[in-house]
């Protein structure tokens, strides 16, 4: 039997407001041992203004929660998928809110997973593998300037 690939390292950004939440966050993905960077800012604009920095490599993968300062992250997914370079990058949408009206506008939005908090890391860690396997073997990669 062959042996499996090792998956490639990727990048990570993530959107969340709260500190402790968001070094829960990191060590849960990075103790999976995946290689991933992870670059963390604390709202929607924080976020937009690093997705749009030419100098920055565009992240595999966007994690963000629906509840923060001066954008949230609703307004955010709406950018997002309304971008045509931001809408490829897989978004999971990671937040407090079970309110139907949130999951079904995060799907509407085109989040690719929806998962609420207290999360339980074993769901959040199968949600960003299962968009790992799909997403980030298939598209095409973005753009990636040498830093």
Same mark, same amino acid.
């Given at each position: ?53 030419? #100098? %920055?490599?565009?992240? $595999?993968?966007?994690? =963000? &929660?629906?509840?923060? +300062?001066?954008? *949230? ?53 199968? #949600? %960003?593998?299962?968009? $790992?396997?799909?997403? =980030? &073997?298939?598209?095409? +990669?973005?753009? *990636?300037?040498?830093?």
């Amino acid at each position: 039997m062959a042996a499996l690939a090792a998956p490639r390292p990727f990048d990570i950004l993530l959107v969340e407001d709260d500190p402790a939440d968001a070094m829960l966050i990191e060590e849960a993905l990075l103790q999976r041992g995946a290689d991933r960077t992870i670059a963390l800012v604390a709202d929607g604009i924080a976020a937009l203004e690093r997705l749009r920095d030419p #100098a %920055v490599r565009l992240p $595999d993968l966007i994690v =963000l &929660d629906l509840n923060m +300062p001066r954008m *949230n992250g609703r307004e955010l997914l709406n950018v997002l998928k309304n971008d045509e370079e931001l809408k490829v990058i897989p978004t999971v949408v990671l937040t407090t809110s079970s309110a139907p009206d949130d999951v079904s506008g995060a799907y509407r939005g085109h989040s690719n997973a929806y998962i609420t908090k207290p999360v339980n890391l074993d769901d959040f860690i199968q #949600a %960003v593998q299962s968009i $790992d396997a799909f997403f =980030l &073997d298939t598209a095409t +990669p973005p753009r *990636n300037p040498e830093l």
